[in-house]
């Protein structure tokens, strides 16, 4: 940077201003561009806060049970909000962990559920292998109209991306290890679903 005080300076003199002048306007850029940096920073932390807050097109659902007919409802559910580009969230909790487990047998029993489609006395479905044949009975029902089973469920969901959450506290509780339970979800306490279901648009308890 040239420097005219209007006189010849010493040579020495000159560079010596030259240098000192370029690093006060260097250093003094440098706060001005820290300073908006701050600015900027804290109004997108500001953003995020209000993006996080904000309720989105995502479906929060809670798994509770583990048997066969209700095991369907979750999956079902959240694979479908995913093929219509909706984020989808599953919370496994209580018995809705046996779903998760490997070569999980579900079973669905006849003894005093009225709403099986073929109802059977209680006296009857209380007799050994009733149990056995209902299951198979519904396996067969949802295979007739190309439903896939449970095990392919869970691979449909993990591939679209379907946020799959084992309860840890129900884990505990249960004595459940994560070897137990199937690869590619994730674990977290009722904290981690609900966060997640205040920004949802809709929320289900199965």
Same mark, same amino acid.
């Given at each position: 940077?040239?420097?005219?005080?209007?006189?010849?300076?010493?040579?020495?003199?000159?560079?010596?201003?030259?240098?000192?002048?370029?690093?006060?306007?260097?250093?003094?850029?440098?706060?001005?561009?820290?300073?908006?940096?701050?600015?900027?920073?804290?109004?997108?932390?500001?953003?995020?806060?209000?993006? %996080?807050?904000?309720?989105?097109?995502?479906? =929060?659902? #809670?798994?509770? !049970? &583990?048997?066969?007919?209700?095991?369907?409802? *979750?999956?079902?559910?959240?694979?479908?909000?995913?093929?219509?580009?909706?984020?989808?969230?599953?919370?496994?909790?209580?018995?809705?962990?046996?779903?998760?487990?490997?070569?999980?047998?579900?079973?669905?029993?006849?003894?005093?559920?009225?709403?099986?489609?073929?109802?059977?006395?209680?006296?009857?479905? %209380?007799?050994?292998?009733?149990?056995?044949? =209902?299951? #198979?009975?519904? !396996? &067969?029902?949802?295979?007739?109209?190309?439903? *896939?089973?449970?095990?392919?469920?869970?691979?449909?969901?993990?591939?679209?991306?379907?946020?799959?959450?084992?309860?840890?506290?129900?884990?505990?509780?249960?004595?459940?290890?994560?070897?137990?339970?199937?690869?590619?979800?994730?674990?977290?306490?009722?904290?981690?679903?609900?966060?997640?279901?205040?920004?949802?648009?809709?929320?289900?308890?199965?």
């Amino acid at each position: 940077m040239a420097y005219d005080t209007g006189q010849e300076l010493d040579p020495k003199l000159r560079e010596y201003l030259n240098r000192y002048i370029d690093s006060r306007i260097i250093g003094a850029s440098k706060q001005l561009y820290d300073g908006l940096n701050k600015k900027i920073k804290a109004v997108e932390d500001k953003i995020h806060q209000v993006e %996080a807050k904000t309720v989105k097109n995502r479906v =929060a659902i #809670v798994a509770s !049970k &583990g048997t066969l007919d209700m095991a369907y409802p *979750p999956l079902l559910l959240a694979t479908t909000a995913r093929s219509m580009g909706l984020e989808a969230s599953i919370f496994f909790t209580l018995y809705g962990m046996k779903i998760l487990k490997k070569n999980a047998k579900l079973k669905v029993a006849p003894l005093a559920n009225p709403a099986m489609p073929m109802p059977v006395p209680n006296i009857i479905g %209380a007799l050994p292998g009733m149990t056995a044949m =209902a299951s #198979v009975m519904m !396996k &067969g029902m949802f295979k007739k109209q190309a439903v *896939p089973p449970i095990k392919e469920l869970l691979d449909m969901s993990r591939e679209s991306g379907v946020k799959m959450i084992a309860c840890q506290m129900t884990m505990d509780v249960l004595g459940i290890k994560q070897k137990d339970l199937i690869d590619g979800i994730e674990y977290g306490g009722l904290a981690t679903f609900i966060e997640y279901g205040m920004g949802s648009t809709i929320t289900l308890f199965v």
